[in-house]
């Protein structure tokens, strides 16, 4: 077993790229309007809202415990590319490192989510953050939902 990894999925989305961009490089203070259940806060830690390298702190459940995690946010506006990665919380006590990156792509009307969950175990018997990439995927989709159902 190996201490390192990479779990990759591919969402399709009915918003537009641009629009799916914006929510969730700039705007992920509406997060938990989208997904109420996951997503309970969003707190800017250091920087704003806006900023690449802003530091957030999000409560959230997962496999039904509140956890929390604090990361910096890094954009790519030409790959649109959104990248979350760890710097504190319930995650860092499994994992040594975890960065989650969304990549959307434009898709005719739509657009394509690929997600990628890289990590690193601080043991071996820890299992890869296969709860932690569904999390990620159900509060895409739920971003998404709600980008749908509000008027542009």
Not at 9 to 32: N, Q, V
Not at 39 to 52: F, L, M, N, Y
Not at 66 to 80: H, L, S
């Amino acid at each position: 077993m190996t201490l390192a990894g990479t779990l990759e999925t591919e969402l399709e989305l009915k918003s537009p790229a641009d629009k799916y961009f914006k929510r969730i490089s700039s705007e992920l203070h509406h997060a938990p309007n989208a997904s109420p259940d996951k997503v309970h806060a969003i707190e800017v830690h250091e920087g704003d809202w806006e900023t690449p390298g802003s530091v957030k702190l999000w409560t959230y459940t997962l496999n039904g415990k509140k956890e929390v995690i604090k990361d910096k946010i890094e954009v790519d506006e030409a790959k649109k590319s959104v990248t979350l990665v760890a710097v504190d919380g319930h995650v860092m006590e499994k994992y040594k490192s975890y960065k989650v990156t969304l990549h959307i792509v434009p898709k005719g009307e739509a657009s394509v989510a690929k997600i990628t969950l890289n990590f690193e175990k601080h043991h071996e018997s820890h299992d890869d953050p296969k709860d932690y990439l569904q999390c990620v995927i159900s509060v895409a989709k739920d971003i998404d939902e709600h980008l749908g159902s509000q008027a542009d």
